[in-house]
């Protein structure tokens, strides 16, 4: 994965113990858009639909 930083570029590396990546379509463009949850369960190896998740937690007062 390539990330821009400002001063820039951060290259991200992972491999695989076993298995493949399980990486998404792409759309007409050859982009998707994908949230950092979604970011994470693909770079461990998981699907991104994960029908089990608990719910994205999205307060962020504590009280």
């Not at 990330?3 to 990546?21: M, Q, S």
């Amino acid at each position: 994965m390539l990330h821009w930083d400002y001063n820039g570029f951060w290259l991200y590396y992972r491999r695989l113990e076993k298995g493949k990546f399980q990486w998404p379509n792409e759309n007409d463009t050859g982009t998707i858009q994908i949230s950092y949850r979604q970011l994470r369960w693909l770079l461990d190896g998981l699907p991104m639909e994960q029908k089990k998740a608990h719910p994205e937690v999205k307060a962020r007062t504590v009280i």
